[in-house]
């Protein structure tokens, strides 16, 4: 398969505790996005990276979140301190650098703190 | 802040009948509208996009439509199928798309 492969595919965890997810996109795209999407609700942009420079970062994503991109290929987000209204889905999604290439998403992390 | 309207929330269509969903958007500033159509348990998966300088894109059995001066577009589903379920949602974006500002969601349901 070589789609957007995230791990792991669920979370739990208690409140206070930090937790991280990877992302791998596919190959050959230089561009990668995490976001985050709750019930009943769209993806919220969270932070972009071009190869591994992130280059921007949504007001969302709180001092609690960090997301690296070591190498320009695979990407981590980690939340420190997790708190109840950290539990989301959180999606990557990756594209080629291109225009409006189109976003490519993994099958995302359901994340729940309880 | 919510910067796409998309109507309905949810939508229920019988087998071979067409699905419509609509979305507004306010600021002019997007040259980008995709539609995603996500299954539960799945992330969401591109399924058609446009750009404003064209009326009207069709894939298969999935057109866009859209009116810049009316700042909507909408999807329309024709001889929609029971695998057709599943939840839709518009975006926009601008420039290189490192940003896309989503819908709500439609959930749709296509009975058999």
């Known amino acids: 398969d070589t789609g957007v492969s995230q791990n792991p595919r669920h979370k739990i965890t208690k409140r206070g505790q930090n937790v991280t997810f990877r992302c791998d996109p596919i190959?050959?795209?230089?561009?990668l996005y995490w976001y985050r999407q709750t019930l009943g609700q769209g993806p919220e942009f969270l932070t972009y990276?071009?190869?591994?420079?992130?280059?921007?970062k949504s007001r969302l994503l709180s001092d609690r979140f960090s997301a690296e991109r070591p190498k320009g290929s695979f990407s981590t987000l980690e939340i420190q301190r997790t708190e109840q209204g950290d539990s989301a889905m959180y999606l990557c999604?990756?594209?080629?650098?291109?225009?409006?290439?189109?976003?490519?998403f993994g099958n995302g992390t359901r994340l729940t703190v309880t | 802040q919510q910067q796409v309207k998309q109507s309905p929330q949810s939508l229920i269509v019988q087998k071979g009948g067409i699905s419509i969903i609509n979305c507004a958007y306010e600021?002019?500033?997007?040259?980008?509208f995709p539609w995603y159509q996500q299954f539960p348990g799945k992330g969401p998966a591109l399924l058609i996009a446009?750009?404003?300088d064209v009326s009207e894109k069709k894939e298969g059995r999935f057109t866009i439509s859209f009116n810049k001066s009316a700042k909507q577009f909408s999807l329309h589903i024709m001889d929609s199928q029971p695998g057709d379920s599943a939840t839709y949602f518009c975006?926009?974006?601008?420039?290189?798309?490192?940003?896309?500002?989503w819908g709500l969601g439609t959930s749709l349901a296509v009975n058999p």
């Open positions: 999604a990756s594209s080629l650098d291109r225009g409006n290439s189109p976003l490519h």
């Open positions: 190959s050959e795209h230089n561009r």
């Open positions: 990276f071009q190869n591994e420079a992130q280059l921007e």
């Open positions: 600021n002019t500033a997007f040259d980008y």
């Open positions: 446009i750009r404003p």
């Open positions: 975006a926009r974006g601008a420039g290189n798309n490192r940003k896309l500002i």
